[in-house]
């Protein structure tokens, strides 16, 4: 039998990071294409993330979209 508390506190911890990161690096990535100028693109983003483990067996990407709107 699991703790099934510790577990899902130690998923929500991981994914906290995670979250964090990939907002960090979405976000600056998006600031740098829109002061190169070269935005045209941004509007509806598709992007995806990988989730894998040796030891649980797991290798999934996970698809969604970005929207980036340009205040006038």
Same mark, same amino acid.
């Given at each position: 039998?699991?703790n099934e ?14 979250? %964090? ?11 740098? %294409? ?12 598709s992007i ?17 979209? %970005? ?6």
């Amino acid at each position: 039998m699991i703790n099934e508390e510790k577990l899902n506190l130690s998923i929500r911890k991981f994914l906290k990071g995670v979250g %964090i990161n990939s907002q960090r690096i979405i976000e600056n990535k998006v600031r740098e %294409i829109v002061d190169s100028g070269k935005n045209e693109n941004l509007s509806n983003v598709s992007i995806s993330i990988n989730i894998k483990s040796q030891e649980l067996e797991i290798n999934e990407e996970i698809k969604g979209q %970005i929207e980036v709107e340009f205040l006038k």
